[in-house]
């Protein structure tokens, strides 16, 4: 048996890693790219036996040394206690496969396409902002973020990014039509916006790692909780043409900051990286909550920048994009 921080516990086949035992009865764990890669389900190990089924790549020599394991890379070889716990909004929330057709794509930067899925009629497919979906495609798998807290007219909306020498870039941005036939597996992921009171909200988003970052301040906006006394976001990109999307709809207590990172002589906004251009106030983050989405570099950054300005590990919440084999996330 393996036992949570909570007092719940839950079984493992053998070979079985312990995410996937925890997800098959109904635990949702941290987790993201499932590969060992992001580092989002890192773990305490307390108690017990584990063996590695995958490289542990997110973690570093410290991390193991001080006992920490990835739940998507271990498997039990004894009865075990971990410091995860299960995260109740979203464990009810069934994982499944479906059809889904292309409603409609549209380019809104030169590698950027928005896609609107639509799934079979009174399909009753549910997620929160900020989770993603797995999209199959001629034996094909990729994961993309959710753009959108849920809709009332139920589209799922993509925004994904060109790669070069991509199976699945190839198809959205050359082949794919209104009306195709896809299939999904979702809803994926363990970042959406947590319960908490923080007096300071930070967003950072890198190229379409705006994705589920828009999710979530959708998903604040028509919420019934207060609005923090202060909102942020900071979106960066390489180029200016990479901005493409505009913040029309939000309140006006959100203060939106984009950052370029190449070079442009024309530019006249915030220059660098996002989380620089956040530390460059010297702010207190003691009291802040984090929600980071786009490059690994990025987040590891930002890790190690806003610890020196008091962010607690516990308030930074992060989805790292990462190529990996079959699991690529834009």
């Known amino acids: 048996m393996i036992r949570l921080r909570s007092g719940k516990e839950f079984g493992a086949e053998p070979g079985q890693s312990i ?25 305490s190990i307390i108690v017990g036996e584990s063996e590695l089924l995958r490289p542990e790549i997110a973690l570093s020599a410290d991390d193991v040394a001080a ?38 794509i549209d380019l809104l930067a030169p590698d950027v396409v928005r896609v609107l899925l639509r799934l079979p009629p009174r399909t009753d497919f549910a997620y929160v902002a900020g989770q993603f979906i797995d999209v199959i495609w001629n034996g094909v798998r990729r994961s993309y973020s959710l753009a959108s807290a849920p809709r009332e007219d139920g589209l799922l909306e993509l925004h994904i990014r060109a790669f070069a020498n991509g199976v699945l870039s190839g198809y959205w941005f050359s082949q794919a039509k209104p009306n195709d036939l896809l299939r999904i597996e979702g809803p994926l992921g ?19 790692g705006l994705a589920p970052v828009k999710a979530l301040i959708e998903d604040l906006v028509a919420s019934a909780d207060s609005m923090p006394p202060s909102v942020e976001v900071y979106w960066g990109n390489r180029t200016a043409q990479d901005f493409y999307w505009e913040p029309v709809d939000l309140p006006t207590g959100v203060a939106f900051t984009r950052v370029l990172s190449g070079a442009d002589p024309d530019w006249v906004g915030a220059r660098g990286h996002v989380q620089n251009v956040l530390a460059a106030g010297g702010p207190d983050l ?15 950054g930002a890790q190690a920048v806003l610890r020196d300005y008091g962010l607690q590990d516990h308030n930074f919440h992060y989805d790292a994009f990462v190529e990996s084999g079959d699991l690529d996330q834009s």
């Open 19 to 43: 995410l996937n035992a925890a997800l098959s009865q109904s635990l949702a764990l941290e987790y993201s790219c499932r590969n060992g890669n992001c580092g989002v389900c890192k773990t």
């Open 286 to 300: 003691s009291s802040a909550t984090v929600y980071a989405c786009g490059s690994q570099a990025m987040i590891l």
């Open 190 to 208: 363990t970042f959406y916006r947590r319960d908490d009171a923080a007096e300071r909200l930070i967003f950072l988003a890198t190229g379409t």
């Open 67 to 104: 006992g920490f394991g990835l739940t998507c890379c271990r498997t039990a070889t004894s009865d075990m206690a971990i410091g995860s716990d299960d995260l109740a909004r979203i464990s009810h929330l069934a994982i499944r496969t479906l059809p889904a057709r292309i409603s409609s």
